[in-house]
């Protein structure tokens, strides 16, 4: 009897082992193996989720990780959906920020920042299609030029691209009224390049640089002259509202009907805020000025108040819709504003008298291909030229603010307006 209970307690012992195997899969994130195990919680923080087939979501993710060898998302699951929910940042170091070894789909309605010592976003030779969509907003960015700040960087290369070079075996599709794909390289690195095709639906296009598309020779997103684009955004998204969406946030829902109800009792309802409600910037700022002007939250090129965004001429400057000089004027006259520190960067305070508020990083600015007083001055192109070779600015420094003009040609930042 006793040997008979024992082997009966080895017996499932067996069974309960069996039960309790671990499956792997073919998935990495942050250098972990997603696992049976840890798929419901694959960080421990409640951020990321595999359902044990094709679907990864990232729900509020923050990944950095420092490692030479590490990548931040490593895929090689056919067809694998990245479901995208509220904000969410994978940056490598040292490497790649999200390798698509096999075909992968992002969607969603949130943002992911996908920034990489060398590639945000690459694909394998496996990889025929990386689909974006569903209203996902996808940020690629290759590596930042090393500096004492930060050592890790100097990777230098594409936002998005197949990273076997001469294998153009990628087709990149972005569909979704209010999609938006936006890819950046650095130095004299293509943004978006290598790729076999570039597939845009639902009136989406190739926004910025003015005037750029994609090449088929080239695989790459050129500007209109044949060069590719390199070392600013590629911004692929659509201008036409979506179709009910009356109060132009970008869902249909009730509040289009309660916007429908306020514009007939004349209310002239628009969608603005005082202050930014969430990260999935930009929004527009109603700072209570007279004219009724709206400023956007970020810098032409950059998605977080703080970020510097890209650097324009005059001329490039006006694709982006940058205040006029009485615009300007109306803004130093009818704000409080300070230099102040917001999460680490200088820059200046304009706070209306509403309560609403838009914080202008000190970005500095380009000249004769040099970039000075980051941190210390900003300077914001307005729309009003001076002469043939002069325009208006907005331009700042510790202790005061004001207009001047510049040369046309000096490379400064834009801060948006409607």
Known sequence: MKRRVLFTLFALGIVTGAWSQMTTFKLHVCGKEVTSQNMNDVLG???VRFDGDKTLTLNGASITIDEYSGLGVYNEIPDLEVVVVGSNTIESKQWMAFAAIENTHFKGSGTLRLKGYSWGLSSGSNTTKVSVSGGVRLLCEGGERATAETPTYGGGFQGFANHLSGRCTTTLEVSGANTVLEAKGIGVAS????LKALVLSDGLKVWSPAGAAFDDEQKAVCRADGTPVAGKWVMIKGNDPVKGDVNGDGSIDVADISFIID?????????SYAVCPNDHHPH???LGLPSGTLWA????????????GEYYTFDEAQTYNPPSLDQ????????????????????WKFT???GGSVFLPAAGLVWDGELYGVGSSGGYWSSTPVDEGNGYVLFFRSGSAGWVNDHRVDGLSVRPVR
Not at 264 to 269: N, P, T
Not at 297 to 308: L, Q
Request: hydrophobic share 30%.
């Open 45 to 47: 923080d409640g951020t």
């Open 263 to 271: 514009a007939m009792a004349g209310k002239g309802v628009t969608q």
């Open 352 to 354: 209306g008298n509403n």
């Open 284 to 286: 527009w700022i109603d």
């Open 328 to 347: 300007i004027k109306e803004l130093l006259d009818n704000t409080t504003n300070e230099w102040t520190t917001q999460n680490g960067v200088t820059g």
């Open 191 to 194: 943004s978006l390049y290598n």
């Open 297 to 308: 939250c970020c810098n032409a090129g950059a998605v977080a108040p703080e970020e510097y």
